[in-house]
């Protein structure tokens, strides 16, 4: 004969996203000098379910977190550009970001004196500290990855 769990129990465990199991014994409990043993049999209904949303997980997550990473970037680049020194407009213009694959992204400025500006020279201190915003952005999107679900 097989024991089903309670409705309370079942209602608690489906509340909290997890599958009823149906338990049920067999044969005797083994008496002293007696040759009979106990067996268990154990049923778990649900789990084609369960394994199904767990492989539908792993085959979304992917994108989910690219998703991120690419609003990430994008807002990393509108600080970028909002703190860049002005002078003609050229420099701030010529930041962009690219995606190089998945879960890789560039953010880039191809005007030939931004090094200079973002590393400084010998007679020159940095004027634009890229480095000190992207350093400060890895925490950013290191707590904004941890939210996806």
């Keep these: 004969m097989g024991r089903r769990i309670g409705l309370s129990t079942a209602r608690r465990l489906k509340a909290r996203g997890r599958t009823s199991t149906r338990v049920g014994t067999s044969g ?3 008496v ?3 040759r009979t043993s106990l067996g268990i049999s154990i049923r778990i209904e649900g789990l084609d379910r369960t394994i199904k949303n767990l ?4 085959k979304s997550l992917p994108d989910k ?8 970037v994008f807002e990393l680049e509108g600080e970028i550009k909002a703190t860049a020194p002005v002078r003609t407009g050229r420099y701030r ?3 962009v970001s690219t995606k190089l694959g998945k879960l890789k992204y560039a953010i880039s400025n191809n005007v030939e004196y931004a090094k200079y500006l973002i590393y400084g020279t010998s007679k020159m201190p940095v004027k634009h500290d890229v480095r000190g915003i ?5 925490g950013r999107i290191k707590r904004m990855l941890k939210t996806i679900k």
């Design 32 to 34: 002293a000098g007696s």
């Design 134 to 138: 992207v350093e400060r952005w890895r």
């Design 65 to 72: 977190v690219d998703k991120k990473l690419q609003m990430a």
């Design 93 to 95: 213009a010529a930041w």
């Design 55 to 58: 492989e539908d997980l792993k």
């Design 28 to 30: 005797s409990v083994p």
